[in-house]
């Protein structure tokens, strides 16, 4: 009986998943005039909250601009999106998802790790994908399908130690996160960068799921140095600032592009701390997109949760908003929705008028960027501050 | 003097996170006492203490939450021994185990699913955290209260544990599970007030742990949960003292390993920790001789 | 009951169904494009036979040796870094271990034995470090099962997950780095080109391990399982077979963390936690403790259904249902409820401690019909006993409040209720002559 029960049991799940493919299927095939854009990113894991405010931008943009011309024809772009987890052994069957639903390009993901897990797949499928904001170099350095959008951190680490060199800062602690491919990347650039410069370095890791920062904010000030660096997801992030209130830092807080986030300036607000990052975008840069997407999260009750409660922009959600554009750019220049055509239009491509600067990509398919804006937060009102452009040089 | 002031923020740190751990881990040891299972949803319950405190407090004045918080552990922990404990107890051993692992994966899910994968932010109870200087090191006022409050809480439950009648009873169903319900004693009510203990504590040590971590997210109970076991089993299983002091040595020794340089390997050590405990005293610092369960 | 097969057809039947699989999973994997939602079938297969491999490895140690060990991610953890550690090509080294200059080794295996004995030594190159995968693994858990498995039960557990964690935390140590490239992910590996090869692999191990299973040793093994006192009284020497069990089980974990590196393309150590190995835990749980059957089969259930069929619980429309519950996450509540419900309700699992057989599969064939006919009288007859055994326990508590009643009049109209016995040495005799 038991036995009889288990078999109906299997049967029944073999069902379903017929049903689902069916579904999928017919997804997939109804109508020719829907064009399907992947959003590969993660909206669970270490990486949820960053990958959840990405992801918002390409809807916002989505919402703006929910069609696209190719030749004659008006298709209705629908967004496929699907949870990598934050986790490189889910990317992959997240990252197959994708292809199988035969999407025409792919945007993500948040977080380098799991976009150079997922490269391969995209890669045997033929399948082109645009890079939001994962900046370290080895995601497009070998794939021909994957482009990006946004800086490096070759790029990033050196603006950061340059900064913190012209501002008299000469003994610099660095805290990545154990196997954390993105922090412990930037802090090595950035070291690298810093020592060239004739800097001093203490370099550490804390492991994940740690959330007690004390004894690094201690041994930071043990060490005596003159800045804290530490590139670590906003998580993390808001701990450490916490911390550093609690045990009076005594030093400004450095940071890169994953610190641009209202969960920061939440978490700094009211706090006698000094935090200074670069990213990609400074609000009030483009005046349209900014209060268009307030009014779009102010109507948006979910929308405004998955941006932490308030309508603060984050710099990847207008990264996310560029891409979508980019995408229906290279859509439009490979005049077909097939993927092979869009890989074909992409390297050429060059979009102007985006919120975060114009695109162009270079031979490694990366965007050639040449300035980051250095921000800094203000702690009394809770928003970020823009202080100056920075060059690499 | 150089010496102390260099290492003062760190076993500050090591005594105030020892003392979160220690509220954890008495309900470890006190369920492992009775129903010789290492409650993995324990953390969890947690967690769920301190993400329920964020939403409360919205709504509702901040002493009321707190109490709330504590109503909602003690619900959800003998809730979960009912749903998922209770049914299984004559079950081998390993299935009660997998059900506490599925609970644990399901709360963390439910919590995931809730939050949305963000970190949530504790309330802030400004008494608790604001910042307070001693010596060389400042630090948050929760470092100060948790050892204070953790050895009065320590010392009413083994009061309660030697002096009453449900505390016998305890200490009999610790002792030998079959006798004692042959000797009239009622074994569901022993260990429902078992897990109504070890949730409250639970829940009072999320509030001294949370006000210090701030960031709460789904995955915050499991670290915590799994060092208060590893406490727990340090000070002898089943013995409440021992806990303590098991939750004590693991804060401090963590604290300072990480203000050695070796922050890498600040949370293996716990677990070798524990492998050394239970290679060279498996019945801990406190443990009863007599009982089999290495 | 019908008539059971001779073992030739039975051989016959087996080897033209592997046969079957094997085909369609190649053709399936050539012939399906990319882009349809079938190439998923394909990507479940793979992962599913890798995760089936490492069920299997710890149904072998927690379902017939009796020992409940969590220390699975851990041992594929070493397994993946060490296939992947030996098989990065040369001149993508540089590359790789970017951070530490080009790394420690500066060769590959697939390269070596490729360069001199072309496609064969390709192949066998990636077998090599594979089984010196396993190898290493193994030496690992002989080392760790010393001091570790004279451990019982949940202690052993915390043990062995512990042991996971450390060695998690080892492989990205950053002073490691130069072999195990520290906290960054491990890449450009020799990686197969066709999902034939996990199923294969995967297929040999778990053979391997039904073998096993089925000879004195695994028959030692069950005899520890079921009861470890007399298992010693017979002449077993408890930690050898321990061991034995323990190493072998690692060694096939070992192969599946190489298989999964070589799925994933890429390693990093952080995703082999105490999750990853609850995981596979559950899968053994719905496959039903003690069967490796079960763990094939709740190894592709499981990966399907959380990674592929359920997907649609996330993005607000599965099934044709759309709601505001479906956001994402949902469908990881889904699934971990299903999982409680099969373990509260459903404990043995799909297969309990059965494994298929053409026989039982044919009696149940030739039952199916009558036991779907029987079905709503049995269902009905279930009810029915539930209704009468509620009716029963209200009647009783009827009776008993009645009775309570009763004596509490009785009482109160001063009536003796019982006779108390006299103290008298008739009764303290027997204490004393009793038996």
């Known amino acids: 009986m038991k036995k009889f029960l288990a078999l109906m049991l299997t049967l029944l799940l073999v069902m379903m998943s017929l049903a689902a493919c069916g579904g999928g299927g017919s997804d997939s095939g109804s109508g020719d005039n829907v064009i399907k854009i992947g959003v590969f990113e993660p909206a669970s894991g270490d990486n949820g909250a960053g990958g959840k405010q990405e992801t918002l931008g390409i809807q916002y943009a989505n919402f703006v601009q929910p069609t696209v011309t190719i030749g004659d024809t008006e298709y209705n772009v629908e967004l496929t999106i699907v949870d990598n987890e934050s986790d490189n052994s889910k990317a992959v069957t997240a990252a197959q998802n994708l292809v199988s639903q035969n999407v025409s390009i792919v945007l993500g993901s948040y977080g380098s790790a799991v976009s150079i897990a997922a490269a391969d797949v995209f890669a045997d499928a033929g399948m082109p994908a645009i890079g939001v904001t994962c900046t370290n170099p080895q995601v497009t350095a070998d794939c021909e399908q994957y482009f990006r959008i946004c800086f490096l951190d070759p790029f990033q680490g050196t603006v950061l130690a340059n900064y913190a060199w012209e501002n008299g800062m000469k003994k610099a602690y660095c805290l990545s996160k154990q196997g954390d491919d993105y922090s412990k990347g930037l802090v090595n650039y950035f070291i690298e960068a810093f020592k060239g410069l004739g800097g001093e370095v203490v370099e550490e890791q804390f492991p994940d799921k740690n959330s007690d920062f004390t004894s690094y904010v201690a041994n930071a000030k043990k060490n005596g140095c003159d800045v804290f660096f530490s590139p670590v997801s906003t998580e993390a992030a808001a701990l450490i600032i916490d911390q550093a209130e609690a045990q009076s830092l005594g030093m400004p807080i450095l940071a890169g592009d994953t610190w641009d986030s209202n969960v920061i300036t939440e978490a700094a607000k009211g706090k006698k701390v000094d935090i200074t990052v670069t990213t990609f975008y400074q609000e009030g840069g483009n005046a349209d997109f900014d209060s268009g997407i307030k009014k779009w999260m102010e109507e948006n009750s979910e929308a405004m949760t998955n941006n932490g409660g308030n309508t603060e922009i984050a710099a990847v959600t207008a990264m996310g908003y560029d891409a979508y554009f980019v995408a229906l750019e290279a859509l439009k220049a490979a005049g077909s929705k097939d993927a092979g055509d869009v890989l074909a239009a992409l390297p050429d491509l060059q979009v102007s008028g985006l919120v975060c600067g114009d695109v162009s990509f270079n031979e490694t398919g990366d965007a050639n960027k040449t300035e980051a804006f250095v921000k800094k937060c203000n702690t009394e009102s809770g928003t970020w501050e823009f202080v100056k452009k920075q060059a690499a040089e | 003097m150089g010496f102390i002031q260099t290492w003062l923020p760190y076993i500050l740190a090591g005594i105030a996170v020892g003392g979160q751990y220690a509220l954890i881990a008495i309900g470890y040891t006190m369920v492992y006492g009775i129903l010789r299972l290492i409650n993995f949803a324990h953390g969890d319950v947690f967690m769920w203490s301190g993400l329920i405190m964020v939403y409360l407090v919205t709504i509702l004045p901040l002493w009321l939450s707190v109490i709330l918080v504590i109503v ?26 997998i059900s506490a692992i599925g609970v644990s994966y399901l709360l963390q899910n439910f919590a995931l699913y ?46 309660l544990i030697k002096h009453t009648k449900i505390g016998m009873a305890m200490r009999a169903v610790s002792r030998d599970f079959e006798t004692s319900s042959l000797m009239g004693i009622d074994i569901d009510r022993v260990i429902t007030v078992t897990f109504v203990i070890g949730c409250a504590l639970a829940a009072i040590g999320s509030v001294l742990y949370f006000s210090n971590y701030t960031g709460i997210q789904p995955m915050s109970g499991a670290m915590p949960g799994l060092k208060a076991f590893v406490a727990a089993v340090f000070g002898g299983i089943g013995s409440v003292p021992g806990a303590v002091v098991g939750a004590f040595v693991i804060g401090i020794a963590e604290n300072l390993i990480k203000g050695v340089g070796w922050t890498n390997f600040s949370d293996a050590f716990t677990f070798v920790l524990l492998i050394i405990i239970l290679m060279v005293k498996p019945t801990g610092l406190f443990g009863e001789k007599n009982i089999d369960k290495v | 009951m019908g008539k059971t097969l001779n073992s030739k ?91 530490f200059e080009g790394g420690l080794i500066q060769w590959s295996v697939v390269e070596i034995l490729e360069g001199k004995l072309g496609v064969f030594g390709h192949y066998l190159g990636m077998f090599i470090p594979m089984i010196g995968a396993g190898l290493i693994v193994a030496a690992v858990a002989a080392l760790i099962g010393i001091p570790v498995l004279r451990l019982k039960s949940d202690y052993l557990a ?3 997950l512990g042991f996971a964690e450390i060695l998690r935390a080892f492989f990205q140590w950053n002073s490691l780095g130069p072999i195990t490239n520290g906290s960054n992910v491990l890449r450009k590996y020799t990686t197969y080109g066709n999902a034939i090869f996990p199923v294969v692999v995967a297929g040999i191990c778990i053979a391997i391990i039904v ?9 030692a093994f069950r005899a520890i399982r079921d009861d470890e006192i007399a298992a010693e009284a017979m002449g077993i020497n408890l930690f050898k077979h321990k061991e034995l069990s323990f190493v072998i089980s690692s060694f096939f974990a070992g192969i599946s963390g190489a298989l999964l590196a070589m799925f994933q393309t890429t390693i990093n150590a952080m995703p082999f936690n105490t999750v990853m190995t609850y995981e596979i835990l559950l899968i053994v749980v719905i496959g039903g403790i003690g069967s490796i059957t079960g763990s094939i089969i709740g190894a592709f259930l499981f990966i399907a259904t959380s990674e592929w069929w359920l997907r649609g619980l996330d993005s607000g429309k599965w099934l044709g249902i759309t709601s505001n519950l479906m956001r994402p996450g949902f469908r990881k509540v889904v699934f971990a409820i299903i999982i409680m419900l099969i373990v509260l309700f459903y404990a043995q699992g799909i297969m309990g401690d059965r494994e298929f057989s053409w026989d039982g599969f044919i009696r149940w064939w030739k039952n199916l019909p009558a036991n779907i006919k029987a079905w709503p009288a049995k269902r009905k007859a279930k009810a029915e006993s539930k209704k009468e055994a509620r009716a029963r326990k209200a009647a009783a508590k009827a009776k008993a409040k009645e009775d309570k009643a009763a004596g509490e009049t009785r009482r109160a109209s001063g009536e003796a209720l019982y006779t108390p016995l006299p103290v008298s040495d008739e009764v303290m005799v027997f204490g004393k002559e009793g038996k």
């Open chain 3, 158 to 160: 915390i043990a062995t």
């Open chain 3, 211 to 219: 073998l096993l299973i089925n000879s004195t040793y695994g028959r």
């Open chain 2, 72 to 97: 909602f552990a003690i619900v959800l922990g003998t809730t979960i021994e009912k749903v998922a404990y209770r049914p299984l107890r004559s079950a081998p051993r390993m299935s009660i185990m």
């Open chain 3, 9 to 99: 057809t039975k051989a016959v039947l087996s080897v033209a169904c592997i046969a079957l699989f094997l085909v369609l999973v190649y053709i399936g994997d050539n012939l399906i494009p990319a882009s349809s939602s079938w190439k998923m079938l394909i990507t479940v297969v793979e992962k599913g036979s890798i995760f089936a491999l490492v069920a299997a490895s710890m149904n072998l140690l927690n379902g017939f040796t009796g020992l409940f060990s969590l220390g699975q991610a851990g041992f594929m953890l070493i397994g993946a870094y060490t296939y992947a550690i030996f098989t990065i090509p040369g001149k993508s080294h540089e590359a790789v271990y970017q951070y």
């Open chain 2, 114 to 159: 809730i939050t949305g994968g963000l970190t949530k932010t504790y309330p802030t109870i400004s008494w608790l955290q604001r910042t307070v200087t001693i010596g060389s090191a400042s630090t948050k006022m929760v470092t100060l209260v948790t050892p204070v409050l953790t050895i009065v809480l320590v010392f009413l439950l083994v009061m």
